[in-house]
């Protein structure tokens, strides 16, 4: 019997092969959770050669991974600022489990064109963060409380932040502000929750192995990265995913509203 035997997840950004996401949602599987594991449904064309070179097929291979954990899986592409793709995961959720217990709010933009200085940060681009990882965050959560809430029974929410937002830093402006956004939604999001036994919190953390991280390689800035972390390394998407997964247990119910590093000590302050 798993911890989380009985539960139903949805995980939102979580068709990378190397990702937060996917981490998340084969590390609840692995608890006993079924799993609804959504994506943008990305062109294949445009996958990143590791992937190419395996077959890797987005939240299908992710569901495969699921599956091979002996739980159930439900693919979907959602885009999470369209609410009508959002009303669908819920209802395709309701439909296929019968119940909605925890959300991970993983979907965030690629990191690419929002890495500059003001002056050149492009307003569209800025509001693409913004909608993304805020407001998808804000529209997820409020149409999946709605079954949590009813269901009577507690919840959890687990929102992905990042050290960007502890620690603001140049040419990050849109990235910085859409995660200290995210930590002020969860402590608002807790306190409101919390009398419904619906545990929120958030997880920040710093360098991980993952796709977003590509674009700067694995050469000197990447070692740069490790070297600035007391233990001398950057993470991974399994540390991260591991840890979201034991938010969502009952061992972790006294955890509530916080912002919690991740990151190898680079950042301790709260």
């Known amino acids: 019997m798993g911890e989380l035997d009985g539960k139903v997840a949805i995980v939102t950004g979580a068709g990378r092969l190397r990702g937060i996401g996917r981490a998340s949602a084969v ?33 299908d291979s992710v569901s495969d991974q699921i599956r091979a954990e002996g739980r159930r899986a439900l693919p979907l ?11 669908r995961m819920v209802d395709s959720t309701i439909k296929e489990f019968g119940r909605i217990d925890i959300l991970i709010n993983n979907a965030a933009f690629a990191r690419s064109v929002d890495r500059v200085p003001i002056v050149d940060l492009d307003e569209d681009v800025f509001q693409r963060v913004m909608d993304i990882k805020v407001t998808g965050t804000f529209l997820c959560t409020k149409a999946v409380i709605k079954h949590m809430i ?24 849109a990235y910085n502000g859409a ?19 619906i545990n929120v919190n958030a997880v920040c953390p710093g360098a ?31 540390e991260v995913g591991d840890f979201v997964a034991y938010l969502c247990t009952n061992a972790a119910s006294w955890i509530h509203g916080q912002a919690i590093n991740q990151n190898g000590g680079t950042i301790m302050e709260h």
């Open 27 to 59: 590390a609840l599987a692995k608890l006993g959770a079924d799993v609804v594991v959504t994506g943008t449904g990305r062109d294949p064309a445009t996958f990143p050669e590791d992937e190419k070179a395996i077959g890797w097929r987005d939240i």
């Open 77 to 87: 592409i959602v885009d999470v600022i369209n609410r009508s793709d959002i009303q």
């Open 150 to 173: 009813g269901q009577g029974n507690g919840g959890k929410i687990v929102n992905i932040s990042s050290s960007a937002g502890k620690r603001g830093s140049a040419n990050t402006l």
């Open 179 to 197: 995660n200290f956004a995210i930590i002020g939604m969860t402590q608002s999001m807790a306190r409101e929750l919390g009398p419904h036994k």
């Open 208 to 238: 991980v192995d993952t796709h977003r991280m590509d674009i700067l390689g694995r050469g000197d800035a990447w070692q740069r990265m490790a070297e600035t972390t007391p233990i001398g390394r950057n993470g991974s998407d399994e």
